[in-house]
């Protein structure tokens, strides 16, 4: 007899339209974000962006289409300063719709305990530093898959909380 856990309902209504704004300045992270994206989470569509001001357009433009809203954001903290990226955090979480209650988890290279502890006091929901080597963002984007995507219920694309 097959029992039904809690996350399976979950992971379920969390790959429903899944969308993920992946906010990442490195063009060197980005193609590696991009290529373990495709095999540890093929089932979400993903956009990424390289600046804040490009962060914020598509925000935009999701928050006024009121659509393919992404239910999570990945967020370089250095864009190419943490101030930059600070500054898109506050923006994001400042938002009084649903997208302002988006998850957003800072990948960084940072282990200054200052840059961590500020992320946290503006906002992030979690704060990861990013890996060495291939195999390793493998690793992390599995792990985020069975987290994010298979644990936690996400917000629904349309902003209600399923």
Known sequence: MNTLHPHDSASHDN???ARLLIVEDNPDHGIIIEHVLR?????VKFVLVRTEEEALAYVEQCRLAKRELPQLILLDLYLPNREDGWRLLER???????????PVVVL???TNQSDIAETYDR????????????DNW???????????WETVTLPKADGYVV
């Open 39 to 43: 095999q540890s989470l093929p089932e």
């Open 123 to 134: 906002g992030c929901s979690s704060y990861l530093v990013k890996p060495i080597g291939t």
């Open 15 to 17: 790959f429903r339209n």
């Open 92 to 102: 994001i979480k400042s938002i009084p719709d649903a997208l302002g209650k988006t």
């Open 138 to 148: 493998l690793a992390y984007f599995q792990m985020l898959r069975t987290y994010w």
């Open 108 to 110: 960084s290279n940072s």
